[in-house]
């Protein structure tokens, strides 16, 4: 009987040893992963980050804190970002936008259609009256907002105008979350000409550092603890196009007659925003349908 009762002491003991020494050695592997040193110097679109300024270095150090230890959103942007930057990459390329500004598109939206409570749609965050003024589609039927490629001609034609007026690519930026007109009014009653210098609402404030910090974790993420096996990420999927310049009364059944179904035809085609078509103008669409991706392996 004693011997039992002391058996089941020493167990108890063990594990509460084994325990202890594994809490450990999690905390001493955590506490070693912390922190983890990036560049002092860094740039964006080829100009520099002044982080000899005390504010700037605290405000970049705040967002890659932040983009480090999120590790839900970033690893799934990351992922993401294997399938959506090579449409996005190209067309940045045509349009003589530098190619950072695809990291604007992350914080953005995080590379999903998301839907703001402002009522910004899309990867690129347009809100309605400036999406048509960029010569996108926006009605209760076709929304080309959520359309990746018009979307992103779209943000390259406002990041032209925005380069034109204020001269440089990260006061460009920033003119996208806080509008050419706010940005411009700050800069000139508070007589600067540096986004680094400006003082302005919160999240405007925080905006170019917010892209800076997804551009050094996406480019390194293994240095900044984001083990993401090549296989595990997401991938575009091969499509045909058929284009169509008549009504489609019926998505459900066009979808059907295109060998797949209408949830699949809409992941494809989030633009379209109803069951119909309506197309009395004979305006000519292009509908992607996938052409793998949906099978079963044989």
Not at 5 to 28: N, P
Not at 190 to 197: E, F, G, L, N, P
């Amino acid at each position: 009987m004693k011997n039992g009762i002391m058996k089941r002491i020493l167990l108890i003991c063990f594990v509460m040893i084994i325990s202890a020494l594994y809490i450990h050695a999690t905390k001493s592997n955590i506490k070693q992963k912390a922190h983890v040193d990036y560049p002092t110097q860094m740039t964006f679109s080829g100009e520099e980050v002044p982080t000899y300024i005390a504010d700037v270095n605290e405000r970049l150090d705040r967002e890659m804190v932040t983009n480090m230890n999120y590790h839900t959103n970033t690893t799934l942007v990351i992922k993401r970002a294997n399938k959506v930057f090579p449409v996005i990459e190209p067309i940045l390329a045509k349009n003589g936008i530098p190619d950072d500004f695809k990291y604007l598109a992350v914080i953005e939206s995080s590379l999903v259609n998301a839907v703001s409570p402002a009522g910004a749609r899309g990867v690129w965050q347009f809100m309605p009256t400036t999406a048509k003024e960029k010569g996108m589609e926006v009605n209760d039927f076709i929304d080309e907002r959520y359309n990746l490629e018009k979307s992103t001609e779209a943000a390259c034609t406002y990041l032209k105008e925005a380069y034109a007026k204020f001269g440089n690519w990260t006061l460009a930026a920033a003119a996208y979350n806080g509008g050419m007109a706010g940005v411009s009014r700050q800069l000139e009653s508070q007589k600067v000409a540096s986004y680094y210098d400006v003082l302005l609402t919160e999240e405007t404030a925080r905006y170019v550092y917010r892209i800076l910090a997804l551009k050094e974790i996406m480019k390194n993420p293994q240095k900044y603890g984001f083990e993401i096996p090549e296989h595990t990420l997401y991938n575009e999927i091969p499509v045909k196009i058929v284009e169509v310049d008549s009504t489609i009364n019926d998505l459900v059944d066009f979808a059907i007659s295109q060998g797949i179904n209408y949830k699949i035809l809409k992941i494809h085609n989030p633009w379209l925003r109803d069951k119909k078509l309506p197309n009395k103008s004979g305006k000519k669409y292009q509908i992607e349908i996938p052409t793998s991706g949906y099978s079963k392996p044989k």
